[in-house]
């Protein structure tokens, strides 16, 4: 009989990190909405498929069960997470972004990237309780080796 240590449901939406990268991607999208037809079809769609990116791997991610595959998802939403820092550096030098817009992007990025870690290093932590079990055969071994 296995049994599991059942944590609370917490939905993922409810989480602080994940209700900032929210925020943060639809900002982006608000921004890059308002640049010409050349930007938002470069540097623009790449910008906010980055930042939708990373809430798109956080969602997945937890809705898996195991540790592992839940730290997968988060490691994917951290590789978004620096693209999304490429494409702004890329809007800044293009001047499609103020540097102090760039500043405050970048500034909310840093800080979901430290929550990101935090929520990684908890998922690595996080353990399933199995409790001790005894397994039987239904045949006896020498039956199962011929």
Known sequence: MLRRLVL???AIEDSRFYRREERLSDGIWHVVSTWSAFARNTVGQQLVRAADSIGANIAEGSGRHHSRDIIRF????RGSLRETAYWLRRAERRGLLT???HRELKDELDQLAREINAYINYQRTRTI???PTTYTLHQP???LTN
Not at 74 to 77: E, G, K, R, S, V
């Open 74 to 77: 988060l490691h994917i939403a």
């Open 129 to 131: 309780k199995e409790s």
């Open 99 to 101: 540097a102090e817009r």
């Open 8 to 10: 609370p449901y917490q």
């Open 141 to 143: 071994i020498s039956q």
